[in-house]
């Protein structure tokens, strides 16, 4: 064939006419708010993704030129479209087995009121060794031996605080558990005794691992099958990613196997917990746990987590503070809790972790916690560790520490739905904090204003995973379930943008995966939820409270298991 000059020229006129097409997309979303959490993003309506991540974010009109013969369309029905939710510390694999177990609910109870409820869960297990109750409320909550021996002597009987510090035992369990008048508090917690040196059955923070180190251990298939039960009711309330917070090697292997038959629809990162100790022994099993899971779009397992201190609540006060405890009159006593790792054994430890490519969690709730291991990051940055560092609680930080937050980049996993008026936050505090630190207590808006990387997180097992409650608290600082009481520290309320962000962008940043998640743009990952309204500028802490995702995609495909209306499944 002869191509003359004219044939030329209409084929590149017609190619002119209609720019080459895109190759088409594996899914476009349109129709949507698409807030893509990028600091100072053009407002998009509609994005496409190829190969489970973003390739563009923008307009309908423009999303309609990927949309190709095979391409999923996502029709969000105008309702808002936010980056997939991480939760900056959750205990989801520890959490998960205790689904379906016995359970106190986090309900305010004395131990008679306790005692017919777990008399419930003890004549329908007859099976398991020892008779475990998790949730029990710790705030003011009093139990001894003898109290629980008079609701089971037989078997061991393990009471659960719900802030994971704290356990109650009957007698028959500090037998087994090897418990006497003799044995040593270990160095991170303490054996409650009376006034005879005889232990009461009251354990806290490593004293409780005396008890759970001889229990029973739920077997590796368990173990898979709690993270098969707790995946989709994640994903049910817009968790697409999270941050193992305390993992150990049982842990390491349920999360490895359930990765290996294809069925993790989560993306999580993992610390490893450690007591501190900086030997050899200890970061070679830390770096064996690290080298069981693959790198990857999945994981990311190089954090260790530390404990600074305990809890503050009366009457457990481990929590490390600057000041004493007051006393019962309200007065300064003597106490100011409990440093759980020595400031040069924590400095030492971080340096040394730095060395083996391990990046930092720290536990700390009280202010000397917190500034301890803000002067041990103060350290390690000072020769030279570009580690990611964070810590998680915060309930009391001092003032002059906050701007060290963004001097040292040291991310702030905050827990907000912690953030309102209840037993455990004033009630268990009152008198022993006084008025000024209780006035200062849970920081959300002085961190955001320091200028740290501030991400949300549950901590559950402890409290609600559902980040749509901690949001609408962080806003409020009001207990929804007490509406007559004051909210809690109202001038450390965050606005609904700033809550998201901690939930996305921000939760990312502190994990070190801004990258790949934590918004919605072109190059990351396509994890996103699709809400069942619009957030508007006027919506209410109630209304976010109640908001709850339709539809949710990990990578592009959906891990929604109960799709509401419209969500076209
Ligand atoms: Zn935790």
Redesign the pocket.
């Known amino acids: 064939m002869r191509i003359t000059a004219g044939f030329l020229t209409s084929l590149s006129l017609a190619l002119a006419a209609c720019e080459p097409a895109p190759p088409s997309a594996d899914l476009v979303l349109r129709n949507g708010d698409v807030r893509t959490m990028e600091e100072a993003a053009a407002p998009a309506t509609a994005f496409a993704v190829r190969d489970g991540r973003i390739l563009f974010v923008g307009d309908d009109a423009r999303a309609e030129g990927w949309i190709g013969p095979d391409t999923q369309v996502v029709d969000a029905g105008g309702h808002t479209v936010l980056p997939g939710l991480i939760d900056s ?1 959750i ?1 989801a694999a520890e959490g998960a087995l205790a689904l379906g177990g016995c359970t106190l609910r986090n309900q305010q109870l004395t131990v008679q009121q306790a005692a017919e409820p777990i008399r419930g869960c003890i004549a329908a297990d007859t099976s398991s060794a020892w008779i475990v109750v998790n949730e029990v409320n710790p705030a003011g909550f009093k139990a001894d031996r003898h109290d629980l021996d008079a609701i089971e002597s037989r078997r061991p009987l393990f009471l659960w605080g719900a802030d ?1 510090h704290t356990a109650w035992v009957n007698s028959r369990a500090l037998t087994v558990a090897g418990i006497t008048r003799d044995t040593p508090d270990p160095e991170d917690g303490r054996i409650e005794r009376d006034a005879k040196g005889e232990a009461t059955g009251f354990l806290i923070d490593g004293a409780t691992g005396l008890a759970l180190s001889v229990m029973e251990q739920p077997s590796p298939e368990k173990r898979i099958e709690a993270l098969r039960r707790v995946l989709p009711l994640l994903h049910d309330v817009g968790i697409t990613s999270y941050f193992e ?2 993992t150990d090697e049982a842990t390491v292997n349920a999360y490895s196997k359930l990765a290996s038959l294809d069925e993790l629809s989560a993306r999580v990162t993992m610390a490893f917990e450690s007591t501190g100790e900086n030997t050899p022994g200890e970061f070679s099993r830390l770096e064996t746990l690290r080298k069981q899971l693959p790198g990857g779009p999945l994981f990311r397992a190089d954090f260790i987590k530390l404990f600074a201190d305990g809890v503050m609540e009366h009457p457990t006060q481990t929590a490390a503070l600057l000041a004493p405890y007051n006393d019962a009159q309200g007065k300064p006593g003597e106490s100011r809790g409990k440093l759980y790792l020595p400031p040069a054994q924590l400095q030492a430890f971080i340096a040394e972790a730095g060395k083996r490519g391990f990046n930092i969690h720290v ?1 700390a709730i009280g202010d000397a916690a917190v500034r301890e291991t803000l002067d041990a990051f103060a350290q390690a940055r000072g020769a030279g560790s570009t580690q990611l560092f964070s810590i ?1 609680h915060l309930q009391l930080v001092e003032p002059s520490d906050l701007p060290r937050f963004k001097q040292l980049d040291v991310g702030a996993s905050v827990q907000l739905l912690w953030a309102q008026p209840d037993n455990y936050s004033v009630d268990a505090l009152t008198p022993w904090l006084g008025d000024e630190r209780l006035s200062r207590q849970y920081p959300g808006h002085s961190l955001v204003a320091a200028g740290a990387t501030v991400a949300g997180g549950s ?1 559950w097992d ?1 409290s609600s995973f559902n980040p749509f409650e901690a949001m609408a608290t962080a806003m409020s600082r009001r207990n929804p379930e007490q509406p007559e009481r004051a909210p809690l520290n109202a001038d450390e309320a965050l606005t609904l943008d700033e809550i998201l962000a901690a939930y996305t962008r921000g939760a990312a940043r502190l994990i070190g995966r801004e990258r790949e998640i934590g918004s919605l743009t072109a190059g990351k990952f396509a994890d996103f939820i699709v809400l069942d309204r619009r957030l508007t500028t006027s919506i209410t802490a109630d209304q976010i409270r109640i908001t709850r995702p339709t539809r949710v995609f990990l990578g592009g495909h959906e891990v929604t298991t109960q799709p509401g209306p419209g969500s076209g499944r």
């Open positions: 510390h205990h994971g917070a305390n536990h998680a901590d402890v």
